[in-house]
């Protein structure tokens, strides 16, 4: 079974300058996730798709990232336009339906995006 | 405000000796929590988790301790072998039925294990 996938896996980008992240879930899974990593620090959340509806994007940075769930299976992540700030690995996870238990969420290999 | 803090960012432990990996919480609306190894140029893997409801869970030779009232946790690995050389995350989640399963990480903790 393949994994979460995400595309590029690497990025440089100058400022002002957009960019689109991709991330394929694993079939099937209806939650989807983007976190971002900066600079070796924690990794923060961005928000949470449950299939194709946002259902928590509180993680958002600001208005210059948009995310979207077309069909409820694959995401992108759009950046436009981009700041030095936004330098960092953003990371995609899914994971199954909650219901009433938890199930762990898989990572991708993540998108090292540098802005110069 | 960190509300998951690994307050050891590094650690190093003897091959076949324990290795003990702390975190610590602050939001009591926690009541999921997981650990996460994570290799250089990786995404994160997950390792163990555990629910507010129990104080313990093993897998194999991976332990995770929960300690509610003191909002503490930590992972146990017995014994430790140079292959589990990574960065731990500590993470929590919320209470389920708040909508969200989204997970809170720690800063990380690299262990190296010595042969």
């Known amino acids: 079974e393949a994994g979460v996938t995400q595309f590029p896996s690497h990025s440089v980008i100058e400022k002002g300058q957009t960019v689109t992240l991709r991330c394929d879930p694993i079939?099937?899974?209806?939650?989807l996730y983007w976190y971002r990593r900066v600079m070796g620090k924690e990794i923060k959340f961005l928000l949470h798709?449950?299939?194709?509806?946002?259902?928590?994007e509180s993680g958002m940075p600001n208005n210059r990232f948009l995310a979207e769930r077309t069909g409820g299976t694959y995401s992108t992540l759009k950046v436009q336009p981009a700041e030095l700030e936004d330098s960092g690995v953003y990371f995609c996870?899914?994971?199954?339906?909650?219901?009433?238990?938890?199930?762990?969420?898989?990572f991708g290999q993540g998108t090292r995006l540098t802005v110069v | 405000d960190q509300q998951v803090k690994q307050n050891s960012p590094s650690l190093s432990v003897q091959e076949g000796r324990i290795s003990i990996l702390n975190c610590d919480y602050t939001?009591?609306?926690?009541?999921?929590f997981l650990w996460y190894k994570k290799y250089p140029a990786e995404g994160p893997t997950f390792l163990i988790s555990?629910?507010?409801?129990?104080d313990k869970n093993e897998d194999g030779r991976f332990t995770v301790f929960l300690n509610k009232s003191a909002k503490h946790l930590s992972l146990h690995i017995v014994p430790s072998q140079p292959g589990d050389s990574a960065v731990y995350f500590c993470?929590?989640?919320?209470?389920?039925?708040?909508?969200?399963?989204?997970?809170?990480f720690g800063t990380g903790t690299r262990l190296k294990v010595l042969a």
């Open positions: 939001n009591s609306m926690f009541d999921y």
């Open positions: 996870a899914s994971s199954q339906g909650g219901g009433r238990t938890y199930t762990e969420a898989f």
């Open positions: 079939s099937g899974h209806d939650n």
């Open positions: 993470a929590a989640s919320p209470r389920r039925g708040t909508g969200t399963y989204k997970y809170i």
């Open positions: 555990i629910s507010s409801i129990k």
């Open positions: 798709f449950v299939k194709e509806s946002k259902q928590d």
